[in-house]
């Protein structure tokens, strides 16, 4: 038999073609949409978010759910630039939505478009300016015999919301916790305050009373952003636990969207966590921390400056991880499938 398939060619899809890359940035998946993807309207990134939301959402679920993708599933499209000087604009998706932010998605897709010929890579460090839904980010890759080794992005401003806040949460009591922001909102609870332990095995209980915390302070916080109303919102909860390396800081597990659980440290939730380590006096500028995911990977965080953000005390955070291509993928939405546009198994 031989075993070195071609394709007949007779063949052809039959419907509508989608071209992907797909990443990783530290275990956290992100799917790279290069082409058959409806490019949205808009005079701001934020705007396109709103009507990709409202006119092509199908699109998300196709490509994040499955059967081409699953409930962990990460994504982002690529758009024309906002700002004169940007390289492009990007919009993140996921199994619920659309993020403002997301720093694994900077760090895998400069990587995408650098070593796929999108941008042209220049040694030994290649700078690539991106329009968010949250702000301009400006990442910095590393080159090395024309591969990029490492991704380090200054995020937008980000600072400490509220300290010291508590939630009566049920199911668990009253809830301590502190909230930031880093590109997107996230509520930063001490794991051992509720004895839950952040790894893989204890997944489930994270989820759980992740999404208990999440809609308690959704009710009854009221978040809102200096300048933009559509990204004051709680996006994410980020248990903190016990680093297992020695030479990290913490653990950062973050629960966010319909229960997704981030395998990566998250950069937008690192970015926040400096704030808040900024505001105690825990973190001068300058002086980088390492943040562990649940799988042991890990993020570099620091403070390169401070800054005001509308009448918040922020700094600018630098993130620094690491990227890899997964694949390239050919996804066929065929007209006469009835679960073209995907759909959702969970178990729990």
Not at 171 to 180: K, N, Q, R, S, T
Not at 266 to 288: C, F, K, M, P, V
């Amino acid at each position: 038999m031989n075993l070195d398939f071609q394709l007949s060619e007779k063949w052809y899809p039959k419907g509508h073609v989608i071209e992907c890359i797909d990443a990783h940035t530290e275990g956290e998946p992100l799917r790279v949409i290069l082409s058959g993807f409806p490019q949205p309207e808009g005079d701001t990134i934020l705007a396109r978010r709103k009507n990709l939301k409202d006119s092509f959402d199908s699109f998300r679920t196709a490509l994040m759910w499955e059967p081409r993708g699953h409930a962990e599933m990460y994504g982002c499209l690529l758009t024309e630039p906002i700002s004169n000087d940007a390289d492009f604009g990007i919009l993140f998706m996921h199994n619920d939505g659309y993020s403002t932010m997301c720093g694994h998605g900077i760090i895998a897709v400069v990587k995408v478009v650098l070593e796929t010929g999108i941008l042209p890579i220049i040694a030994p460090e290649t700078c690539v300016t991106i329009d968010t839904p949250a702000g301009r980010v400006t990442a910095f890759a590393l080159i090395e015999d024309g591969h990029v080794q490492s991704v380090r992005f200054h995020n937008v401003p980000s600072y400490a919301h509220a300290l010291d806040q508590s939630v009566d949460v049920p199911e668990l009591g009253i809830v301590p916790y502190d909230l930031a922001y880093g590109g997107a909102y996230y509520a930063f609870v001490h794991a051992s305050d509720l004895e839950l332990v952040t790894d893989p095995s204890h997944t489930k209980d994270l989820v759980h009373s992740g999404m208990l915390i999440k809609q308690t302070i959704t009710e009854n916080t009221t978040i809102d952003h200096p300048f933009e109303p559509d990204v004051g919102f709680l996006y994410g909860v980020i248990f903190i636990g016990t680093a297992e390396s020695p030479d990290a800081h913490t653990r950062h597990v973050c629960i966010f969207a319909d229960g997704e659980v981030d395998r990566s440290p998250t950069g937008t939730g690192i970015s926040g966590r400096l704030a808040l380590l900024h505001a105690r006096d825990h973190l001068e500028i300058g002086q980088s921390v390492r943040i562990e995911s649940i799988i042991g990977s890990s993020f570099t965080g620091q403070v390169i400056e401070e800054c005001t953000f509308g009448p918040h005390q922020a700094i600018i955070p630098e993130i620094t991880g690491t990227a890899f291509i997964t694949g390239h993928h050919t996804f066929l939405l065929d007209a006469t499938d009835p679960y073209q546009h995907g759909f959702l198994v969970r178990s729990s």
